[in-house]
């Protein structure tokens, strides 16, 4: 091998890099250390990044509908408003949402779980009852049976205990809870300016970004990159409004369906459930669970009533609304959807499960294409391959 100027430069990245992952293998607790200490200092910023993402769908729907690039032409001064117009119109839709959540949903759930244990109590004798018509030659059953006793003041008092004790020992001081809220609170505010900012000044940063890469990246790679973050940007922001639009519609059905049929606790369901529909393929299944465990509390067949009518909601939701609303906004098959949700809830929990779709949507299109310009470059058709 020729020892040029080119080659002892490689060689000499190598043995750098080689180096670098020996010492990080062999300290990994102060890289741990060093790169937590970084996260901690970039988190606002990152959650900042991650807030004006997702406002900044919704905000871009706004501003392109009811302020028309035509229009925006014409006029300078609506081309100045059209930008903080739509963002506050999105702002204050978000508030709107968390003021539902806090003085509609919240009150309710707080009365539901008030009423919950008067309903257990009530409930118990019922299953004494059936338990004894069914299980009367058995006496092991009907002696648990008959012990089975329901205190809601002990749940209460075991709760509250455990908050005083058990959470002591995270929050062992209300110095230490205080100082918790305080910089919650200030990390919030940070990122919440900071994504403010983005959304202001999205077009400049974005030029700004690309002369960054132009400048220290070859041109061929800095359009490659780019063009891996748009259809990134465009993959995830499809959906996320596919989701959302998704999940506001299965709730509403939820709540103007219960009512029709007057089952209790419509309103809360129908909000757990729109929530829920947010985790793909498994979320609403969970507000049906909560759902059917609340009203089974109430009437047992009012609970089997709401199993069958969440079965037939769910196959209208599935086949007919769900393709047209979502359809193929992640270009993802059924299996890797699955394989998606199944990795990315046990790597990252429901966050991971929201993540992972669109991200294994985006390898799953970027993979595709490799595979059909290696195909081309060897002149064969991806139609001839059956």
Same mark, same amino acid.
């Given at each position: 091998?020729?020892?040029?100027?080119?080659?002892?430069?490689?060689?000499?990245?190598?043995?750098?890099?080689? &180096?670098?992952?020996?010492?990080?293998?062999?300290?990994?607790?102060?890289?741990?250390? /060093?790169?937590?200490?970084?996260?901690? /200092?970039?988190?606002?910023? /990152?959650?900042?990044?991650?807030?004006?993402?997702?406002?900044?769908?919704?905000?871009?729907?706004?501003?392109?509908?009811?302020?028309?690039?035509?229009?925006?032409?014409?006029?300078?001064?609506?081309?100045?408003?059209?930008? %903080?117009?739509?963002?506050?119109?999105?702002?204050?839709?978000?508030?709107?949402?968390?003021?539902?959540?806090?003085?509609?949903?919240?009150?309710?759930?707080?009365?539901?779980?008030?009423?919950?244990?008067?309903?257990?109590?009530?409930?118990?004798?019922?299953?004494?009852?059936?338990?004894?018509?069914?299980?009367?030659?058995?006496?092991?059953?009907?002696?648990?049976?008959?012990?089975?006793?329901?205190?809601?003041?002990?749940?209460?008092?075991?709760?509250?205990?455990?908050?005083?004790?058990?959470?002591?020992?995270?929050?062992?001081?209300?110095?230490?809870?205080?100082?918790?809220?305080?910089?919650?609170?200030?990390?919030?505010? /940070?990122?919440?300016?900071?994504?403010?900012?983005?959304?202001?000044?999205?077009?400049?940063?974005?030029?700004?970004?690309?002369?960054?890469?132009?400048?220290?990246?070859?041109?061929?790679?800095?359009?490659?990159?780019?063009?891996?973050?748009?259809?990134?940007?465009?993959?995830?922001?499809?959906?996320?409004?596919?989701?959302?639009?998704?999940?506001?519609?299965?709730?509403?059905?939820?709540?103007?369906?219960?009512?029709?049929?007057?089952?209790?606790?419509?309103?809360?369901?129908?909000?757990?459930? &729109?929530?829920?529909?947010?985790? %793909?393929?498994?979320? &609403?299944?969970?507000?049906?669970?909560?759902?059917?465990?609340?009203?089974?509390?109430?009437?047992?067949?009012?609970?089997?009533?709401?199993?069958?009518?969440?079965?037939?909601?769910?196959?209208?939701?599935?086949?007919?609304?769900? %393709?047209?609303?979502?359809?193929?906004?992640?270009?993802?098959?059924?299996?890797?959807?699955?394989?998606?949700?199944?990795?990315?809830?046990?790597?990252?929990?429901?966050?991971?499960?929201?993540?992972?779709?669109?991200?294994?949507?985006?390898?799953?299109?970027?993979?595709?294409?490799?595979?059909?310009?290696?195909?081309?470059?060897?002149?064969?058709?991806?139609?001839?391959?059956?």
């Amino acid at each position: 091998m020729e020892l040029n100027r080119d080659t002892i430069r490689k060689i000499r990245g190598l043995i750098v890099f080689t &180096a670098l992952v020996i010492v990080c293998l062999w300290k990994h607790e102060m890289v741990f250390d /060093i790169l937590g200490f970084v996260f901690g /200092i970039l988190f606002p910023f /990152i959650l900042g990044g991650a807030i004006a993402f997702v406002l900044n769908v919704p905000m871009s729907f706004i501003e392109r509908h009811l302020f028309p690039e035509e229009r925006r032409e014409k006029s300078k001064g609506m081309k100045k408003l059209a930008r %903080p117009v739509s963002m506050l119109i999105v702002l204050f839709a978000v508030i709107a949402v968390i003021g539902l959540v806090m003085f509609v949903v919240l009150p309710q759930l707080a009365s539901t779980f008030a009423g919950l244990g008067k309903s257990i109590q009530a409930f118990i004798p019922q299953v004494q009852e059936w338990a004894d018509q069914l299980f009367h030659n058995n006496d092991e059953i009907m002696n648990w049976v008959n012990s089975l006793e329901f205190d809601w003041n002990k749940i209460m008092n075991a709760v509250i205990d455990f908050f005083r004790n058990g959470a002591g020992s995270v929050l062992n001081s209300t110095l230490t809870a205080a100082r918790s809220i305080v910089s919650g609170l200030t990390t919030f505010f /940070i990122s919440f300016v900071f994504a403010v900012y983005i959304l202001l000044q999205k077009e400049k940063l974005s030029v700004q970004a690309k002369k960054v890469l132009f400048a220290f990246a070859r041109k061929g790679r800095a359009e490659a990159t780019l063009e891996v973050l748009a259809l990134t940007y465009n993959t995830f922001s499809s959906f996320l409004t596919g989701q959302c639009v998704e999940a506001v519609i299965l709730g509403s059905m939820f709540v103007v369906t219960m009512t029709i049929l007057k089952l209790p606790y419509a309103l809360l369901v129908g909000i757990l459930i &729109a929530f829920t529909a947010l985790i %793909p393929i498994f979320g &609403a299944f969970i507000g049906c669970v909560v759902g059917a465990f609340l009203i089974f509390m109430v009437d047992p067949v009012k609970a089997l009533i709401f199993i069958v009518m969440f079965l037939v909601l769910q196959q209208i939701e599935g086949n007919l609304i769900y %393709p047209h609303v979502v359809g193929s906004s992640v270009g993802l098959p059924s299996i890797w959807v699955l394989a998606a949700v199944t990795i990315g809830g046990n790597l990252l929990g429901i966050v991971g499960m929201l993540i992972f779709i669109p991200l294994v949507s985006v390898v799953y299109a970027l993979f595709r294409e490799i595979v059909y310009l290696k195909l081309k470059q060897r002149k064969i058709s991806p139609e001839e391959i059956v």
